[in-house]
């Protein structure tokens, strides 16, 4: 890794059309909103440019993101959000449309899919596994989701990859760590459906119809956010008030095009 990473100009984003922002750990950690996120989004707009927020958190409904962004002070609404759950229904849909779905996940990520039209049954029932973020997560999910791979050769898919989430105190076990931990008791691995996979880019720009020369993605991840940029071709810009260190950079093969510590240096 060069200096270069660090000194590029970032001139070319004011000629974006769409930024795709990550939320925990690159707007807010927890509770707290960072102090230039406002100014940023204004920023944004100012540069008559739209952004949308993309989170491979699916345990919370789009409702609750936009409760969290109103106690911010941040008014929103649900064309602004896109997230793993969204992502997922769409895959389900048009890989598995007939599946019986045995799902580990929050109510609010349930109700989602059934919303949709996902078919959701108990483990006896099931041929499609689908593991998510789960916050109400309970022995006995791990019980039946392990038995279920075990006795059955059937798809396995999860919402995310991500190893933890940005809690107030730090972080928490995240889709990640679940999928590894069930990994090691029936030796079978997930295809991972949200971020680093580039559906959830592709999807969006092609949505507003916006080139992806014009887009960028933010985040605080390299392994989700920044690989997600990478695998769709768009620009990337790592800020390091969440996940990744410097010292993650320097051993990572998914490089952004830009880092900055935050993103109150991209107020220019």
Same mark, same amino acid.
Request: proline share 4%; hydrophobic share 40%; net charge negative.
């Given at each position: 890794?060069?200096? *270069?990473?660090? !000194? ?22 927890? @509770? ?9 989004? !204004? ?15 699916? @345990? %919370? @409904?789009?409702?609750?993101?936009? %409760?969290?962004? !109103? ?8 064309? &602004? ?19 019986? #779905? ?19 049954? @108990?483990?006896?029932?099931? &041929? ?13 999910? +791990?019980? &039946? ?11 396995? +898919?999860?919402?995310?990859? *991500?190893?933890?989430?940005?809690? *107030? ?29 580039? *559906? ?8 507003? $119809?916006?080139?992806?020369?014009? #887009?960028?993605? /933010?985040?605080?991840? +390299? ?6 940029? /990478? !695998? ?5 810009? +790592? ?15 998914? $490089? ?13």
């Amino acid at each position: 890794m060069t200096l *270069d990473i660090f !000194n590029r100009s970032l001139d070319i984003i004011k000629t974006k059309k769409l930024f795709l922002l990550d939320q925990d750990g690159t707007l807010y950690n927890g @509770s707290a909103l960072f102090p230039q996120t406002k100014d940023f989004l !204004n920023y944004i707009k100012g540069l008559g440019a739209r952004y949308i927020f993309i989170t491979n958190n699916s @345990s %919370q @409904s789009v409702a609750s993101y936009m %409760q969290r962004m !109103n106690a911010f002070g941040i008014k929103t609404s649900a064309n &602004d959000f896109f997230t793993s759950t969204e992502a997922t229904i769409i895959f389900l849909k048009k890989h598995y449309p007939k599946a019986k #779905v045995f799902a580990v996940g929050t109510t609010s990520f349930l109700e989602a899919l059934k919303k949709e039209g996902i078919q959701l049954v @108990s483990s006896v029932e099931a &041929d499609c596994a689908l593991l998510a973020y789960d916050r109400e997560l309970t022995y006995q999910k +791990l019980i &039946d989701l392990c038995e279920l791979l075990s006795t059955k050769d059937i798809p396995y +898919l999860a919402t995310n990859p *991500d190893w933890v989430c940005p809690i *107030d105190f730090g972080y928490i076990p995240d889709c990640g760590s679940f999928a590894f931990m069930i990994e090691k008791a029936t030796g079978k691995k997930p295809y991972f459906i949200g971020k680093p996979q580039p *559906d959830m880019i592709e999807i969006i720009a092609n949505k507003y $119809q916006i080139q992806k020369k014009d #887009v960028v993605v /933010i985040g605080d991840r +390299l392994y989700t956010d920044i690989q997600s940029a /990478i !695998n769709a071709k768009v620009d990337s810009i +790592l800020v390091l008030s969440g996940e990744a260190s410097l010292d993650d950079l320097k051993e990572s093969s998914s $490089q952004p095009t830009w880092v900055v510590n935050s993103i109150g240096e991209l107020i220019t």
